[in-house]
Structures are given as C-alpha cells and as structure tokens.
C-alpha cells in the first residue's frame, strides 16, 4: 500500500557532516510531523507542517535542524554538523487532519548513526 | 519531565493470556490517547485510541481503559498471541490544538511466548 516512505533507511555520517533526510508523506495528507527516537525512548516531536506552512517547530534541539516542505508534499529534515548526539532514528508521520485527535501514521524511519 | 509514562519496561506473557499495559500521565489538559505498537526496524502502527469522554474503547482483542481522576490509562490484549510480541508505545495529545502534536511513552516491549 502506500504508506508513508522515509529514505535512506539508514545513514552513517561522520561528525560535522551535513546530512538531508526525505519523507514522503501519504497522497493528499495535509499534516506533516517529524519525530526523533533515541534508543530505547518513545519518539519525541520535533517539528509539524501543516501543507508547506511549518506550523510548530519548537522540538528541534538547536539551529543545526533544519525542515522544510516547499510544495505541501515531500518535506526534508536536515541536520548540519552533525553531532554525536544526533545519533537516533528519525521518523516521518502523516495525518489527513488539520488538528484535532487523530491517528498519525507513520513511516519505517532513517536511522542516523553519527560516528 | 516526562509528561506520559510507562513504568513498565517489559512484560512477558503466556500465549492465551491477558496481557495489561500500563501508562500514566501528568498533564490533565490531554484529552486524546492512543497506543501504538512497533516491530523492529519498523515504524509505529496505530492500534487503538480513546478520547477523555470516554472510559473505555474495544476493537477485537485489544480494549483500552482510561481513568482520568487517576490520569491513568492501560490497555488488554485478551487473547494473548505471539505476534503480539512488540514494543507498545503510549501516547497523549491535545496540549496543541492546532497540530495533534502526540506525546509519548518510553514504551513496554511485550513478548508473549507460545
């Protein structure tokens, strides 16, 4: 079916590198969330668009993220000098919604191991 | 200061049995809850959700539980089947009504064993 797709799968950056990660939400899915899972924890938002207008960005860690979805589709988070403490699974969610309660559904995630 | 959590890192069950996770919660502005279960090297995958006017939700095997005045969720896995076997995740929203933003748990991993 066609889900939500996160590419690459997996990524290793060496630190200081700039990294480009890419989400392809579901058709016609208006929101748009990025979530960060460190091992071993639940996922932690980040940031949320809803169509190209990034709405809420008040959970990326420092200025070196960085997310974007120019044309309300695909959205790319980037993460500049990439730290170690980078190192986590980066998920991708779609909803239809534009607020309110509603399940987010989410893709397989682009592991970042930050060496 | 974490605002949804399962106290629970793992849980082993019998096949055939009921299985009972936990999550609590300390914001009572949540009003949306839903669990999520997730395999290995896969997103997570929608299970069941409740809202807060409610106490109880049912879909097939899976029932989810909420007790507001104890900010207090679990859900019951009745039979209990080794496909099962996963990380459950927890999670809240409405703090921000115009995203759904969703909070989540640090996750129980449930093995159920034949």
């Known amino acids: 079916g066609a889900g939500v797709s996160q590419s690459p799968r997996y990524k290793v950056a060496k630190r200081g590198q700039d990294v480009a990660l890419r989400c392809d939400p579901i058709?016609?899915?208006?929101?748009l969330f990025w979530y960060q899972q460190a091992l071993g924890q639940g996922p932690e938002f980040l940031t949320y668009f809803q169509n190209e207008a990034q709405l809420d960005k008040s959970g990326l860690p420092s200025d070196r993220f960085f997310a974007e979805r120019p044309e309300g589709s695909v959205s790319t988070l980037k993460i500049q000098r990439t730290q170690q403490e980078d190192s986590a699974v980066y998920l991708c969610?779609?909803?239809?919604?534009?607020?309110?309660?509603?399940?987010?559904?989410f893709g397989n995630g682009t592991r970042l191991t930050v060496t | 200061d974490q605002q949804v959590k399962q106290n629970s890192p793992s849980l082993s069950v019998q096949e055939g049995r009921i299985s009972i996770l936990n999550c609590d919660y300390t914001n009572s502005m949540f009003d949306y809850f839903l669990w999520y279960k997730k395999y290995p090297a896969e997103g997570p995958t929608f299970l069941i959700s409740?809202?807060?006017?409610?106490d109880k939700n049912e879909d097939g095997r899976f029932t989810v539980f909420l007790n507001k005045s104890a900010k207090h969720l679990s859900l019951h896995i009745v039979p209990s089947q080794p496909g099962d076997s996963a990380v459950y995740f927890c999670?809240?929203?409405?703090?921000?009504?115009?995203?759904?933003?969703?909070?989540f748990g640090q996750g129980t991993t449930l093995q159920v064993k034949p």
């Open positions: 999670a809240a929203s409405g703090l921000s009504s115009n995203t759904g933003k969703l909070i």
């Open positions: 409740i809202s807060s006017i409610k």
């Open positions: 969610a779609s909803s239809s919604l534009i607020s309110g309660n509603s399940p987010l559904h």
């Open positions: 058709s016609g899915h208006v929101s």
